[in-house]
């Protein structure tokens, strides 16, 4: 099926897969990698926005959603 | 004998509500519905019904079919009154072939009515539709298109890509800090939380901090003291991003 027909909104609507995904874009290669995800935790108290470097050079600009209160 | 015809007629009046009500709370809001009991949702479809059958009513008398109501109303508050069941029995392929139809038509508007709610996010958006189901909409993130959580119109479910959590849990070490990458949850069916999945997950004991080698480690919720979640919003830095880096 091609990614045109994958994208309306009418196969969604009729397929229904309106799940939240748990991971999603560049987050699929943080939570399969240790180091990464080690890095992440370790940022994550210190600051709102940090990127994080893979051993492949790879860089994950890396941003916490806190709404504004 | 009265009782089982009297319930006998409601069941089948609202059991195409039920089962239309069935459709809406499927997939990851299944919850919503498999936590109450059986009366509880004949409770909550006799409005539904109400609404289906006078719409499917109609529609059937458009087409030209009689309704007995005189015999409806009999069977539901004095099936003793009712001498000769011959208008039943004489129409009965109508009356099965009204039932299911109603019951097929209400069950795909309701699925596509709840796919319609999920996708344009009308539940975060109107009180009135949202599914009970609290905790998906906090591990998931969505919690973030709720008015009543989040004000900010800057962020949303979309940005979200990954779910950190700091679970404090009480074991027969003492109270552990668990810090991981939330993959999987899964609800109970009292919609409660069952567990929680993470994958490479770190634990805290006292200032000790320790990586904990798994492929996935599932946390009973049984164990679990509060949670901390926090929704990140992860992009791969390109090239030009590192080339000018102000932008």
Redesign the interface.
Known sequence: MSWKVKNSVLYKVIIGNTRTKQVSGASKRIVVSKDLSKKVYSKIDNSDNFTVKGENGKVYKVRQLVPAK | MNIAIVSLAIFLIVSPAIIARRAYF???LSKSFTYKNTLQEIFSSIFLAGLLHSVWIVIVEGFGHKIDFDIIFKLLFNPNAIDDYGNITDNIYNIICYFISLTLIATILS??F???V??FKLDRKFSLLRYDNNWYYL????V?DIKK????K??S?D??????VDILAKTDEGEIIY???????QLHKDNTVEYLVL??P?KKIGSKTK?INSSYFVVPYNGILNLNL????????KEE??ENPSE
């Open positions: 499927t997939k990851e699925y596509l709840r796919n319609i999920r996708y591990f998931t993130g969505e973030l959580y989040s004000k900010d800057t962020i479910s940005d979200v890509n990954q779910r950190v810090r991981g990458n939330l993959v999987d949850f994958s490479y770190e990586v926090r929704y990140l919003s992860t992009t791969e830095e991003d590192k």
